[in-house]
């Protein structure tokens, strides 16, 4: 079930990003559209993964909808609203891998793991989030960590 609210939250994350961008530009009338579509879809969607599969089934459908109908809305005001997108995404290409791996090396973590719910929670996360970090960080960042952090530390 949460692998599927994983999916949600990423959408709902981009989609807090376009409401900002759509407040900031004055065009509220079209986050008020996003969110009206989002729910007209929702409503049926978690009805029916609901009975369907109950929980687990809520949690897909949820997941389906941010993906099917709320990230092309908010594209699409976006883009009515004359934001490009284009350019964006050159920079979206190493979180994007970095969320790949991620993925990936949490799922084999998962399988390995064989404990309680807290450890077989925590250390997917755990070595999800450094996988992504590191990825998805440069390495002039570290470096100027590290620089910043032996500076505090004299």
Do not use: Y
């Amino acid at each position: 079930m949460l692998r599927f609210l994983t999916v949600l939250m990423v959408v709902r994350m981009l989609t807090s990003l376009a409401f900002d961008i759509l407040t900031s530009m004055g065009a509220t009338r079209s986050t008020v559209v996003l969110n009206a579509g989002w729910a007209i879809a929702l409503i049926p969607a978690l009805w029916f993964g609901t009975h369907l599969d109950n929980i687990r089934g809520a949690a897909i459908a949820h997941g389906i909808v941010a993906l099917v109908v709320a990230l092309p809305l908010a594209v699409a005001a976006l883009h009515r609203a004359g934001v490009p997108l284009l350019p964006v995404l050159p920079a979206l290409i190493r979180p994007a891998i970095g969320a790949v791996l991620c993925a990936a090396a949490t799922m084999v973590v998962v399988r390995l793991v064989d404990g309680g719910v807290f450890l077989h929670l925590f250390l997917p996360g755990l070595v999800g989030m450094l996988v992504f970090v590191l990825t998805v960080v440069p390495v002039e960042q570290f470096r100027q960590l590290r620089t910043r952090l032996a500076r505090a530390a004299e």
